[in-house]
């Protein structure tokens, strides 16, 4: 496992606007997204880490790129940085529970997070990946880069699965996991929420 490249930059300050950052979370709560499970190895310790979190993309086709958004104060900040690889479980719409558990749990210091949940490890990372996510990837840090509070982490896609072709995604949207079924009301999220840059 080695330690990724550190390439953490930035460029001249953003310029303050007047606006207020709850008026901000609110308005990008309106921005609905999918959720995920994030999986790193305290290298230290050889311990599984993981957290809720909605801010992962796709970056780019050629190489495989995708991107996540970490606070700097988490927890997990540090071993992602520190391992240099990561997993990506997708979860699906019965999986609420398990966003819920890693939103709840990411600040534990000790005992094993993924007793409870049915996982694989990863052949190419050694990362946990949940068993019936939607779809798993494993990555490898190729740069980091300074977002204001937040580390924006960019990762190769070293290896991916599709296990769940029929199921329905997990929708983050306003503060609430929305309820993919036809017709039905939003149903609140577990405590601790999820990971939103910003």
């Not at 490890?121 to 740069?143: K, M, N, P, Y």
């Not at 609140?188 to 840059?197: C, K, V």
């Amino acid at each position: 496992m080695g330690s990724p490249p550190q390439e953490i930059r930035s460029g001249p300050p953003a310029v303050r606007a007047p606006l207020d950052a709850g008026d901000f979370r609110r308005a990008i709560g309106r921005f609905a997204t999918g959720v995920t499970i994030l999986t790193t190895i305290a290298a230290a310790e050889g311990r599984h880490l993981g957290m809720t979190a909605n801010s992962f993309v796709s970056v780019s086709l050629d190489p495989l790129l995708v991107l996540v958004s970490i606070r700097r104060d988490a927890r997990f900040h540090a071993p992602l940085l520190a391992a240099g690889v990561w997993g990506v479980s997708v979860l699906a719409a019965d999986m609420a529970e398990a966003s819920g558990f890693f939103a709840r749990h990411a600040y534990e210091q000790s005992g094993d997070m993924f007793a409870q949940w049915p996982h694989t490890i990863g052949e190419q990372t050694g990362v946990v990946l949940l068993d019936g996510a939607l779809s798993a990837f494993e990555c490898r840090t190729v740069s980091t880069h300074l977002g204001g509070d937040h580390t924006l982490v960019i990762g190769e896609v070293v290896s991916l699965t599709q296990s769940r072709d029929d199921a329905a995604p997990l929708v983050f949207f306003e503060g609430k996991y929305l309820d993919t079924a036809p017709s039905r009301e939003p149903v609140p999220a577990q405590d601790g929420g999820t990971e939103r840059a910003g």
